[in-house]
Structure formats: C-alpha cells, structure tokens
C-alpha cells in the first residue's frame, strides 16, 4: 500500500551574513511531483525500516528520579495544535519550526545547517508529520549532450536528525508516551539532542528494553510449558516472525496479539503469565528487530572471532560448555572448511 502526501516543504538552514545559523523559508509547499512523491516514499520506507528508533512525546524533561530537569519548550507544539486545528496554514506552521530550528542550533558550535524537510503524509490509517535535518552530497550528472555538470543531492543514507510524529496517535492518547519516534545516534540519544529539543520531545519509552523484557517473558513461558525442544523454537519463530511483520507495517507489537499467536501453538495463557510476572511490559510497544533476532538466532563478535548460528542448533550441532568456555561446533560449514583446508593443507593444528 502507497502513502498518501498530503503536503511537504523543504527550508534552508545555513550560516548569515553575520555567521550564525538561519533559516531561509521556502514561501510555498513542493509542487505535487513524481521526484517528490518518490523521496517522501522512499524516506518513509527508510525511516520504518530504520533499527534502534527512539520513542517519546512533548513534554517537561526529568532527572532519574522523576524531577523536572528544565523547562519544557512548547514552542513547536503549540504551532503544530494550531496548524491541526486549522488556525495556521502548513506554510506558517513550517516557518515557525524553521525559526525554532534555527534558534536552536545557534546555540551549538558544531551545527553546520542542511536541509530542513517537513512532510505530512497518511499510511493505512495513520497520519505522520515527518521532520528531518538533511545534509547535501556533491555529486556529477551527464546531460543529454553528454557534459559534466556537477550538483548536489540529499544524502538519504545518513538519515541523523529525523523525527516521525503520529498525529493520529497524538490526537487521540495525548498522554501516549511513543508518538513521536526519532532516530538515535550510534552513541544513544546525545547526537540528536538539539533536534528533540527544538520540538521539546522527550523520551518516553525504552523500546529496547521493552523487548528484552518480551523476549525473556517469551523465553520463560516456553521453558515452563511441557514442550520439547522443537516445539518451544516453533514458538520462538512464531514471535519474532509476528513482531517483523509489525515492524514492516510500522504498527506496534501488541501483547494480546503475541498471546493469540501462542495460542494457535497450544499455549494459552501468555498475557496471564506476563501479566503475573516482573516483567514490567507495556500492552503495546514497538518491535526492535535487532534485539528480538536473539529469538532464533545467536551472534556475538569479540577478540577477532565473530560466531553465529540458528537457536535450534543449541545443544545439538552446537556444545556449549559454560564451565571450561567452550563452543564445540560439529559440522563446519563447507567453504570455512574449504578456507580451513587451503590454509592448513588439511592438517590441524
């Protein structure tokens, strides 16, 4: 299913005459066209498919133990309730988020400006505002007389500074703690804190740790169910493959749907037994495709040896002795064994 582009603009943000950072506003949304279709499709199919997102909502930030942290900047939100409720224009709305932008980054050494895209689109049944800082890459085009011309175009490969809100979330829970979702840095949420601030978004659900606590309710529930060893995989690639479909429709994982697809496997009282247990998890949350990949497959890198191998091998191909901290692997795969017979001649070493 396509999405549907409502509106999209993009602003300019960079260095004024008197060298701080500004935002040049674009008077007019984007004409409709196939080059603008075709970037906010692709953004949105890149932005879904994008691992380790950040979810929250407008908000006062705190501390750890639950005091205010600061003032909360109301400022984006505001414009966003009035251009809603039908009292600024998309334009205006955009202009005010532009200035806050720019505002915001003049307060950093490092910020270098870009692109400031803003596009309102609907997807199934939801609809998005999708905010994202863009950089420019240089590059060179061909024309019809085969001349060199060179040019820039925006770097979709390092999509940073990007935020999604769910407006259609956000309309009808505002107390919802994930309607707004933004991409996290290598190094957490820091690289983008000057991004969140100017929206005022706060983090509001630790994905992450949402699903490594399914995936330990998950891995308790089948190890107490009278099931052999096949049986609990099966239930194992039941979750994982529910949550990936989720996740390739951008919906959340529900805990009554997990507990529906256990049941078709003869289980029937998975929503009982999380709820019975210290598993602290939300009704419904959004999968993290990278931590629930443990469900059918284990992987690790270290000291210059990277192993992985299909769960269902566990015990079986695969010998794990915790007591001496030894994997025995019987079996080796055809081309490292043919890497290992080159190498050696055929003897061991």
């Given at each position: 299913?396509?999405?549907?582009?409502?509106?999209?603009?993009?602003?300019?943000?960079?260095?004024?005459?008197?060298?701080q950072?500004?935002?040049?506003?674009?008077?007019?949304?984007?004409?409709?066209?196939?080059?603008a279709?075709?970037?906010i499709?692709?953004l949105h199919?890149?932005?879904?498919?994008?691992?380790?997102k950040?979810?929250g909502?407008?908000?006062?930030?705190?501390?750890?133990?639950?005091?205010?942290?600061?003032?909360?900047?109301?400022?984006?939100?505001?414009?966003?309730?009035?251009?809603?409720?039908?009292?600024?224009?998309f334009?205006?709305?955009?202009?005010a988020a532009g200035?806050?932008?720019?505002?915001?980054?003049s307060?950093?050494?490092?910020?270098?400006?870009?692109?400031?895209?803003?596009?309102?689109?609907s997807?199934?049944?939801?609809?998005?505002?999708?905010?994202?800082?863009?950089?420019?890459?240089?590059?060179?085009?061909v024309?019809?007389?085969?001349?060199?011309?060179?040019?820039?175009?925006?770097?979709?490969?390092?999509?940073?500074?990007?935020?999604?809100?769910?407006?259609?979330?956000?309309?009808?829970?505002?107390?919802?703690?994930?309607y707004?979702?933004?991409?996290?840095?290598?190094?957490?949420?820091?690289?983008a804190?000057?991004?969140?601030?100017?929206?005022?978004?706060?983090?509001?659900?630790?994905?992450?740790?949402?699903?490594?606590a399914l995936?330990?309710?998950?891995?308790?529930?089948?190890?107490?169910?009278?099931?052999?060893?096949?049986?609990?995989?099966?239930?194992?690639?039941?979750?994982?493959?529910?949550?990936?479909s989720?996740?390739?429709?951008?919906?959340?994982?529900?805990?009554?749907?997990?507990?529906?697809?256990?049941?078709?496997?003869?289980l029937?009282?998975?929503?009982?037994?999380?709820?019975?247990?210290?598993?602290?998890?939300?009704?419904?949350?959004?999968?993290?495709?990278?931590?629930?990949r443990?469900l059918?497959?284990?992987?690790?890198?270290?000291?210059?040896?990277?192993?992985?191998?299909?769960?269902?091998h566990?015990?079986?191909?695969?010998?794990?002795?915790p007591?001496?901290?030894?994997?025995?692997?019987?079996?080796?795969p055809?081309?490292?064994?043919?890497?290992?017979?080159?190498?050696?001649?055929?003897?061991?070493?």
């Amino acid at each position: 299913m396509s999405i549907k582009i409502e509106q999209a603009i993009i602003h300019t943000v960079n260095q004024g005459n008197d060298g701080q950072l500004e935002c040049r506003l674009r008077s007019q949304p984007l004409k409709q066209s196939l080059a603008a279709d075709d970037l906010i499709a692709e953004l949105h199919r890149l932005y879904t498919a994008k691992a380790g997102k950040g979810y929250g909502h407008f908000g006062v930030p705190v501390n750890e133990d639950g005091s205010p942290a600061g003032e909360a900047n109301e400022e984006f939100e505001q414009s966003l309730s009035q251009w809603q409720a039908g009292e600024l224009g998309f334009v205006e709305f955009t202009a005010a988020a532009g200035n806050l932008l720019g505002k915001e980054l003049s307060k950093y050494d490092f910020a270098t400006g870009g692109y400031l895209l803003l596009a309102n689109y609907s997807y199934i049944a939801n609809n998005y505002l999708f905010v994202a800082l863009m950089s420019a890459k240089p590059s060179v085009a061909v024309s019809a007389e085969m001349d060199l011309h060179g040019m820039e175009h925006l770097d979709l490969s390092n999509m940073q500074l990007t935020a999604r809100i769910d407006l259609t979330e956000w309309k009808a829970d505002p107390t919802s703690k994930k309607y707004l979702s933004f991409v996290k840095g290598r190094a957490g949420r820091k690289i983008a804190d000057f991004f969140l601030d100017f929206m005022g978004c706060i983090e509001g659900i630790d994905a992450k740790k949402q699903n490594r606590a399914l995936m330990q309710a998950v891995e308790d529930y089948v190890g107490d169910a009278e099931l052999d060893k096949s049986e609990q995989q099966d239930c194992r690639d039941a979750v994982f493959d529910y949550c990936k479909s989720q996740i390739a429709t951008g919906d959340n994982v529900q805990l009554t749907d997990i507990a529906d697809e256990l049941a078709d496997k003869g289980l029937e009282s998975f929503h009982q037994f999380t709820s019975d247990g210290s598993y602290d998890l939300a009704e419904e949350f959004p999968a993290d495709q990278s931590t629930l990949r443990q469900l059918k497959k284990f992987a690790g890198t270290g000291g210059g040896v990277s192993l992985s191998f299909d769960a269902q091998h566990l015990g079986e191909r695969v010998q794990w002795d915790p007591a001496r901290d030894t994997i025995t692997i019987q079996g080796v795969p055809p081309n490292l064994l043919d890497q290992l017979m080159r190498r050696t001649g055929g003897k061991s070493e």
